[in-house]
């Protein structure tokens, strides 16, 4: 026995179903497409946006680099300590003042005063900024009682090295 085929015979088709059934086809391939064209515009914008933020984040990273990446160590150029010309009177509280130069870099120095005087050592930081290279490092040194000499106040910077110091004196009368 051979295979069965359908009872009905197949009947050509009419125009009408012909032309029905092709707009069917193309109204499906023109939605089609349309979803791919608005599909690729979003893609394409998504891309777009990616591109730009990831340009930004770079260029961030560039700038921070340049900024920080270069960046000197902080070093002390030079170091000027002044006392008072003038001989001070009985109980004086006399202003010492140090100007320390540096390269501009940003950190900390450490530092000591000491007076001739006595044992005392005034220990000190200064953190110093970006771009600022003067700054000043005061002493009060008070002088009571019956006595005429010279005092000296010496500054040392101990970091960053090396180890610089100045000093400068005057004269107490009482």
Excluded: H
């Excluded at 002390?76 to 004086?92: I, R, W």
């Excluded at 870099?105 to 600022?132: C, M």
């Amino acid at each position: 026995m051979g295979a069965e085929t359908g009872t009905q015979s197949q009947r050509p088709e009419t125009p009408v179903e012909r032309i029905w059934r092709e707009g069917r086809d193309e109204a499906a391939t023109l939605q089609r497409t349309e979803r791919q064209g608005r599909a690729a515009r979003a893609r394409r914008r998504r891309t777009i946006l990616a591109g730009v933020l990831f340009a930004v984040i770079m260029s961030g990273a560039v700038l921070a680099w340049l900024r920080l990446g270069n960046a000197p160590d902080l070093a002390v150029k030079s170091l000027n300590v002044v006392a008072p010309k003038k001989t001070q009177g009985c109980d004086s509280a006399v202003l010492v003042t140090a100007t320390v130069v540096t390269n501009g870099a940003p950190g900390e120095i450490t530092y000591e005063w000491r007076k001739n005087l006595d044992d005392e050592v005034v220990k000190g930081t200064l953190r110093t900024e970006s771009d600022k290279t003067s700054y000043k490092v005061p002493l009060r040194w008070t002088l009571q009682g019956r006595s005429n000499v010279k005092a000296t106040a010496t500054l040392r910077i101990l970091t960053p090295g090396p180890v610089r110091s100045d000093k400068a004196s005057f004269t107490y009368k009482c």
